[in-house]
């Protein structure tokens, strides 16, 4: 699962392993801070760490449209 990760990665646990009281709570995107993994070790909001995945995923994704569409000419030939 999630293989082909190049910017984040999603935990996937069983839950019928974990004992004890587990709280669940909604918070603001700005009052969450993190390291991210593999990066500085800066603390980010959550709101802008996300900012910055979804950039970068972005920017991948025009980078992979524009280099299948400069190989259309080779195809054509």
């Known amino acids: 699962m999630c293989g082909k990760r190049s ?3 999603i935990g996937i ?3 019928s392993l974990i004992t004890g009281n ?8 700005d ?3 993190l390291v991210p993994l593999g990066n ?3 603390l980010f909001s ?6 910055q995945l979804w950039q970068n995923a972005e920017l ?4 992979k449209r524009q ?6 000419h080779k195809s054509v030939s």
């Open 46 to 51: 959550a709101r802008v760490f996300y900012d």
């Open 13 to 15: 646990h069983d839950l």
């Open 22 to 29: 587990l709280v669940y709570d909604g918070r603001d995107p």
């Open 67 to 72: 280099s299948q569409l400069s190989d259309l």
């Open 60 to 63: 991948e994704r025009q980078s």
């Open 40 to 42: 500085c070790p800066e």
């Open 7 to 9: 910017l984040a990665t």
């Open 31 to 33: 009052d969450i801070k």
